[in-house]
Every structure is written in C-alpha cells, then in structure tokens.
C-alpha cells in the first residue's frame, strides 16, 4: 500500500520561506517519478515541480528561480523548498507519484515525469500554505 504523507505547510509572510516534505512508504519503483501540485480555491490543480529516478528536475515557470524540488532517497522523502514567497502561493499543495507503466526483467518501472498528470496514481493529503501580504 502506497502512503504519501505531506507536512511542513503553514502561514508566512510574503517573502518568506517553507519547505515541505513528502514521507512515502510502499513505493518501490525501479524508475518513477514525483512531484508538488498546488490547488487554490476557485483554480485549477497546477503541477509545480517534479524529480524523477536520475534527479532531473522540471518546474512551473510561476516557481522557477523560487522553488527547489530534491528528494532524500535514503528516508524515502520528497522535500519542496519555497523562497521568496509570494500571496499567489497560497495553495493546498500535494505531493504525488506516478503509477505502474510497465513491469520487465522482475522491477516495476512507473510513468516518467513527461507523461501527464492522469499518471500520477498516487497522492497525498495535502499542506496548506498561505502566504500574507
């Protein structure tokens, strides 16, 4: 059973800092990948950033230069850090992994960062963030 466990969301003042982090248990892929969506009342889910198995990172151009994705694959943890924050931050932000793709030679191999957001199969609960003027 697959568990994603956010933490580290919070109140803040533009400008200031947070770093979120992801606990996961019961995911073992040979390749995958994972990432920080954000939802804002009223908005659409919007995919942040994202880190596969090799480290290669991608991020929205709303958060680049401001946010950094990093993952801790000894503790089995995702990390988001948010700089610089700002009002339009201010979102309920979830962590999320890819489902199975395909499974060869006895590993599992899950969907890779390029495919879309109807492959991530698992999610978090969510973290607030909000972000004062």
């Known amino acids: 059973q697959v568990q994603l466990v956010e933490s580290g969301g919070g109140s803040v003042q533009a400008g200031g800092s947070l770093r979120l982090s992801c606990a996961a248990s019961?995911?073992?892929?040979?390749?995958?990948?994972m990432g920080w969506f954000r939802q804002a009342p009223g908005k659409e889910r919007e995919r942040v950033a994202t880190?596969?198995?090799?480290?290669?990172?991608t991020y929205a151009d709303s958060v680049k230069g401001r946010f950094t994705v990093s993952q801790d694959n000894a503790k089995n943890t995702l990390y988001l850090q948010m700089n610089s924050l700002k009002p339009e931050d201010t979102a309920m932000y979830y962590c999320?992994?890819?489902?199975?793709?395909?499974?060869?030679?006895?590993?599992?191999?899950?969907?890779?960062?390029?495919?879309?957001?109807?492959?991530?199969?698992?999610w978090g609960q969510g973290t607030q963030v909000t972000v004062s003027a």
């Open positions: 999320a992994a890819t489902r199975l793709a395909f499974e060869y030679g006895g590993s599992r191999y899950a969907y890779q960062c390029s495919s879309g957001d109807s492959d991530f199969g698992y």
């Open positions: 019961g995911y073992t892929y040979s390749s995958y990948c």
């Open positions: 880190i596969d198995t090799d480290g290669t990172t």
